[in-house]
Antibody, heavy 116, light 111 residues
Framework: QVQLVQSGAEVKKPGASVKVSCKVS????????MHWVRQAPGKGLEWMGG????????IYAQKFQGRVTMTEDTSTDTAYMELSSLRSEDTAVYYC?????????WGQGTLVTVSS | NFMLTQPHSVSESPGKTVTISCTRS????????VQWYQQRPGSAPTTVIY?????PSGVPDRFSGSIDSSSNSASLTISGLKTEDEADYYC??????????FGGGTKLTVL
């Protein structure tokens, strides 16, 4: 079965970038469609983007377009999500999740704190 | 794009049945599948219902999902409530360009 293990917590200053990783085991990354979802403290789930196998491209939520980049390293079966121009509102737990038409499984989450 | 609206909170007693609604603001609820996720404090979400009414293996049959075109909404029903069902529940669907949309979440209290 698929297991997703994410990188550790990060603290960043406003204006910086963060890159979160998601290591896949049990399957190869090429067999999966990876998405990213974030959750601000005390708030709900927010979809950021992910790989759309129907057209073979990564699609992003309009809110993050131009500020987020999702990539994959198939040699290490690791997916990455990089968010730039960080602001305090980006403080959140960031999850990777495998898309099967529904998100399952999810990584354990990575807390990104943006603070001066 | 559309929104999915859920009640902020619901509460019910152990052993009872509770239903959480998820109303789509525009477009037909039936046009794209609806999923439901359970999230306990400090944990990642897990799927309790996918494709409107399908249960992943391991999810008890106390959990069921449905859609109602007349109200343009999806519902998650949990029967025989247990204290362990206390969690946040999120509905999720897609738009026409395959972008995912989450509801705002519902806090279920089992008291």
């Amino acid at each position: 079965q698929v297991q997703l293990v994410q990188s550790g917590a990060e603290v960043k200053k406003p204006g910086a970038s963060v890159k979160v990783s998601c290591k896949v085991s049990g399957y190869t990354l090429t067999e999966l469609s990876m998405h990213w979802v974030r959750q601000a403290p005390g708030k709900g789930l927010e979809w950021m983007g992910g790989f759309d196998p129907e057209d073979g491209e990564t699609i992003y939520a309009q809110k993050f377009q131009g500020r987020v980049t999702m990539t994959e390293d198939t040699s290490t079966d690791t997916a990455y999500m990089e968010l730039s121009s960080l602001r305090s509102e980006d403080t959140a737990v960031y999850y990777c999740a495998t898309d099967r038409g529904w998100f399952d499984p999810w990584g354990q989450g990575t807390l990104v704190t943006v603070s001066s | 794009n559309f929104m999915l609206t859920q009640p902020h909170s619901v509460s019910e007693s152990p052993g009872k049945t509770v239903t959480i609604s998820c109303t789509r603001s525009s477009g037909s609820i039936a046009s794209n599948y609806v999923q439901w996720y359970q999230q306990r404090p400090g944990s990642a979400p897990t799927t309790v219902i996918y494709e409107d009414n399908q249960r992943p293996s391991g999810v008890p049959d106390r959990f069921s999902g449905s859609i109602d075109s007349s109200s343009n909404s999806a519902s998650l029903t949990i029967s025989g409530l247990k204290t362990e069902d206390e969690a946040d529940y999120y509905c999720q669907s897609y738009d026409s360009s395959n972008r995912r949309v989450f509801g705002g979440g519902t806090k279920l209290t089992v008291l």
